[in-house]
């Protein structure tokens, strides 16, 4: 009885806004996930917004959420674009390049594929040719 008794008083103690779900406005600290959950539902507009945001506050690996925006939109050039971004702020620049690569021309791939090489040549799967 005496849990009870705690638990109605933890009631009474709140206010009315703490339990009012239907004006419950939820922020996401992590807008780069949110923009892939958009795209997964196939929301690519929406998915858009979220990876710009998460770009205003310095989210790096955004560009290449916003690559894959731009690649569904089939804008393939913006897709290129936005990993040549991510290339130059990346810090592992292989990984970057071995990225660009299934965004960009397929000229422009190769290069990007022997760079990861050059770059990391311990990596999984090298490129050979």
């Not at 008083?9 to 807008?31: H, Q, T």
């Not at 690996?61 to 936005?82: D, P, T, W």
Request: charged letters at 30%; glycine letters at 2%.
């Amino acid at each position: 009885m005496l849990k009870a008794r705690v638990y109605t008083d933890v009631n009474v103690i709140r206010p009315k806004e703490y339990w009012d779900y239907e004006s419950l406005n939820v922020e996401w600290g992590a807008l780069n996930n949110l923009g892939s959950i958009y795209i997964d539902c196939s929301m690519l507009d929406q998915a858009e917004t979220a990876y710009n945001n998460a770009l205003e506050i310095k989210h790096i690996r955004a560009h290449q959420g916003l690559a894959r925006v731009y690649f569904l939109k089939n804008q393939r050039k913006e897709a290129c674009e936005e990993m040549t971004k991510l290339i130059e702020k990346a810090f592992s620049k292989a990984a970057a390049y071995e990225k660009r690569s299934q965004y960009c021309e397929r000229e422009k791939a190769k290069e990007d594929l022997d760079m990861a090489t050059t770059l990391d040549t311990l990596r999984t799967y090298p490129y050979r040719y």
